[in-house]
């Protein structure tokens, strides 16, 4: 059993930058792949990228590659998403997801078997 919880959201100006936390509890964190996804007002929620148990593969949907960086510590049991030159259309709620190892990049919903409660992004001038 993984219980994630995400933190660090809030109001911030286009433009600006947020970094995510995500927190798991839990002695096998380590073990998991962390995703995060997110989901607009009336839209279906979508994936924003996956980092492998080591923290070496990291993978981004299109539309976040050079603007967003996900990264975790291990020994923190914290995995981050870093947003960069945010957009009034990342206003989302923002998850953090876990998944088991299967050897495969996990980037559909039903990959991941654990998620977090959500944090509220709003990008607002």
């Known amino acids: 059993q993984v219980q994630l919880v995400e933190s660090g959201g809030g109001l911030v100006q286009p433009g600006g930058s947020l970094r995510l936390s995500c927190a798991a509890s839990g002695r096998t964190f380590s073990t998991y792949d962390m995703g995060w996804f997110r989901q607009a007002p009336g839209k279906e929620r979508e994936f924003v990228g996956t980092?492998?148990?080591?923290?070496?593969?990291?993978n981004y949907a299109g539309s976040m590659k050079g603007r967003f960086t996900i990264s975790r510590d291990n020994a923190k049991n914290t995995v981050y998403l870093q947003m960069n030159n945010l957009k009034p259309d990342d206003t989302a709620v923002y998850y953090c997801a876990a998944a088991p190892r299967r050897g495969v990049v996990p980037i559909r919903q039903s990959d991941y078997n654990y998620w977090g409660q959500g944090t509220q992004v709003t990008v607002s001038s």
């Open positions: 980092i492998d148990w080591k923290g070496r593969n990291i």
